[in-house]
């Protein structure tokens, strides 16, 4: 059933992500008068023109090259073009020169920012802090929106569990709620609470399961139950569109040997039909036309044929819509009343943003809003919650009145352009701040700078100058990691390592004796055990973005103090993937059995204990999911619940004591995980449900309660239905997935 509602709901409308679902009605968000408008406009276009709308063209070079399809209404959207100038004057023949004037949807990929470039979404998810990049999202749609962008391919919501994945860095990690939480945000922040100008439409993708890709491999098929689907991957995608998502992208994944983009399952059943969601649908970057690779298709005929039936409204560069759409109508192998509908879900959109009142930008006024001081200022900040301290002896904070000389060095030290991270496309590399020149700002005269490397993959096997700096030096800042290049789209990795001569280089410096802090850069969680030895502390920023250098200077020196959490598990080597906390607990859990090195040469077949474990690397990671230390320590004490017995439809309630027992003011991201113990189906070890950023002043204690609806414990169970299945469960509170010891309840 769906509900037609205003665009201010849609603020009302966002509210708890709690993942209910099933018959809960959901939209774009629209009104009677939008709805009449899409009907008299529809009621007037020729099959040639709706087919058209359906038509998304990657701009670039000379407008003039487009004014012939644009004139008879064959583009409906453009993406890839963000010049002002441009983009009016290729709204100006779509309005002014073809028949019905249907103004084009300008599509960009503001993954992290426009211009102002922040961390990607991996880093933004470290943050923990939905309201930070709710705003950092409204930041890049007001830059963006100023230029004439009025749609972005974000967010991307892939749940990600092997860090082999290049776009692992694109999206929110591996853990349903915590990619819920941030979708929310950043469907917010791009839309706004109520559409106007600065209104960029969000586009959730990919849809679905792309993150699963066999062997981290991108594009690789996915082998996902629904049960999976559902439980964990769904769930996100179900969230951002009660938010008001207006738009979503198909994933170039087959899934069970069924290709996203043709999947009526997921495009009809569960998101319109279940879901209600009456906004726009596009393809990914030719994934329709990569249907007949996969062999799911004979031909672009036949593939847009199955794209049109599986409930795809709009092709992005495979033009399989525009060549064979109006044929494939003509002979009723796809209804007339299919095309409309997509129509519809186009014009919708359009509509709604307002496209039809005010299709051109103000080219001189999109510049004051480039790179506005409030915008560096608040990439700034959420670059220092999105840095999480892995490793620290107490070398950090650095006390800069104790330091006369600090060596920098590494390959992203001044990586103006790969700090900047992948789909950073308007990021401008001459806005980008590195930790070098941040640091040699605040400490003239008092910053050497000997790269030691000039790019991550360099191999060398000496580094005397760089080892002579550092014995000079009183500090050593290395920044190491991995360009932008190595992470993103089609970039997968087999080996996780600091790549290159970058651990020879630490361990080098590490020889000298001096304090060395370790900062790694990367766009995924890397394998970092054997490097942790040669260093005092280690702080990890995934790409942080233009504000990189000033941040991680201010968390280096103390004036911000880490907070950030790991929003992905950190493996010791990657032969452990795939491994993430909310894993189920198996029939042989581990239990402390022997590992290789304890193992005596006449071991009996059975004598180390058969558990889930290696016999090299054992059971754990090296960091767990939601781990991040502090400059101060933060103790959880007297946690309780307000019952012991909830109802199905009650609400949990716990409180407990936290106290900043350390020297330093800090921030925890305190974190409420649950297990259900016995299910219908075997349930993870723990799943998180709910989390909270919580600033104490050095030594200062607080009760914190946290409110659960029992609603939040619901999952699809054995049967198909999503439901809270009545026994008995843990419940934690913890700085991270592993710590606290757990509170039982009965939920009956
Ligand atoms: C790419 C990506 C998708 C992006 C689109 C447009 O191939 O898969 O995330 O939005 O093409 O650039």
Redesign the pocket.
Known sequence: MKYIRNLFLLAVAVVAVSCTTGQTTTTVGTSTEVEKKVEQLLGKMTLAEKIGQMNQV?AGGDVSNYAESLRKGQIGSI??EVDPEKINAYQHIAVEESRLGIPLLV???V?HGYHTIFPIPLGLAATFDPELVEKGARIAAVEATAQGTRWT??P?LDIARDPRWG?IA?GSGEDTYLDSRMAVAMVRGYQGSSLDETSMAA?V??FVGYGAAEGGRDYNSTYLSERQLRNIYLPPFEAAIQAGAMTL?T??NDNDGVPSTANAFILKDILRNEWGFDGLVVT????MGEMIDHGYGLDRKDVAMKAANAGVDMD?MTFGFLSHLEELVRSGEVKESTIDEAVRHILRVKFMLGLFENPYVDVEASQAVQYAPAHLEAACKTVEESVILLQNDGTLPLQADRIRTILVTGPMADAPHDQLGT?AFDGQKSHTVTPLKALQERFPGKVVYVPGLQYSRQERNRFDDVVAAARRADVVLAFLGEEAILSG?AHSLADLNLIGSQSALLAALKATGKPVVATVMAGRPLTIERDLPNCNALLYAFHPGTMGGPALANLLFGDANPSGKTPVTFLRTVGQVPMYYSHNMTGRPYRGEKMLVDIDQEAGQTSLGNTSYYLDYGAYPLFPFGYGLSYTTFAYSDLTMDKDVYPVDGTISVSFMLTNTGAYDGTEVVQLYVRDLVGSLTRPVRELKQFQRISLKAGESRQIRMELPVADLAFFGLDGTKKVEPGEFHLWVAGDSVSGEPISFQVR
Do not use: A, Y
């Open positions: 990657s993406l890839n599509g960009r990929d993954i391919f974000s991307m776009r694109e586009c993708k990919h992208m994933s170039f990914d970057w030719d994934s992005m789909w789209e």
